[in-house]
T-cell receptor, first 112, second 113 residues
Framework: SQQGEEDPQALSIQEGENATMNCSYK?????LQWYRQNSGRGLVHLIL?????REKHSGRLRVTLDTSKKSSSLLITASRAADTASYFC????????????FGKGTRLSVIA | AAGVIQSPRHLIKEKRETATLKCYPI?????VYWYQQGPGQDPQFLIS???????DKGSIPDRFSAQQFSDYHSELNMSSLELGDSALYFC????????????FGPGTRLTVL
């Protein structure tokens, strides 16, 4: 990956538990985004956090960004079996329509 | 709401053949991106177009070319296909109003035999 590592690479939890995934990146960024991908399917945009933001919420999702450590975390609360998927972080250098650089992804399995 | 459309969804080709993938962005989106995702890998940026002009270039092989047409749809042309080109190819689009957020299509799964 051009970006860095996601941690953990795989995570297995029980339904109802919280899931936390971490992402590190290497360069300065304008924003960081999280995407979900069900097996072999398209990437679904979850949330975008800008470099001047530290935390953002969307439903059961909470994203934090620490630009000094070049890291981000995605927390999914009260997980459901339907949350089973791969989760990728992606960074953008600029504010405009710039390409995304993806991390390696975390494979989340939520067991009912 | 309208989403990004890609065709075909699946494509099987022999080595050294050519392939053309098509992408129809969300209406009124001005930028189109192409990404390649190998098996078990993260998506890698290939190339993008803003208002029909190439705007950024990533790890796109010389055997590949792409363009965006007057109706904003885009095509990725791949020649002299190799086994290693087998991957999911995603198209994404974005707009000025929602800078940064890219909306991805379902992808084209290319298998090279």
């Amino acid at each position: 990956s051009q970006q860095g590592e996601e941690d953990p690479q795989a995570l297995s939890i029980q339904e109802g538990e919280n899931a936390t995934m971490n992402c590190s990146y290497k360069t300065s960024i304008n924003n960081l985004q999280w995407y979900r991908q069900n097996s072999g399917r398209g990437l679904v945009h979850l949330i975008l956090i800008r470099s001047n933001e530290r935390e953002k919420h969307s439903g059961r999702l909470r994203v934090t960004l620490d630009t000094s450590k070049k890291s981000s975390s995605l927390l999914i609360t009260a997980s459901r079996a339907a949350d089973t998927a791969s989760y990728f972080c992606a960074t953008a250098r600029g504010a405009g329509n710039t390409p995304l650089v993806f991390g390696k992804g975390t494979r989340l399995s939520v067991i009912a | 709401a309208a989403g990004v459309i890609q065709s075909p969804r699946h494509l099987i080709k022999e080595k050294r053949e050519t392939a053309t993938l098509k992408c129809y962005p969300i209406p009124r989106h001005d930028t189109v991106y192409w990404y390649q995702q190998g098996p078990g890998q993260d998506p890698q940026f290939l190339i993008s177009f803003y208002e029909k002009m190439q705007s950024d270039k990533g790890s796109i092989p010389d055997r590949f070319s792409a363009q965006q047409f007057s109706d904003y749809h885009s095509e990725l042309n791949m020649s002299s296909l190799e086994l290693g080109d087998s991957a999911l190819y995603f198209c994404a689009s974005s707009s000025r109003q929602r800078r940064g957020t890219q909306y991805f299509g379902p992808g084209t799964r290319l298998t090279v035999l």
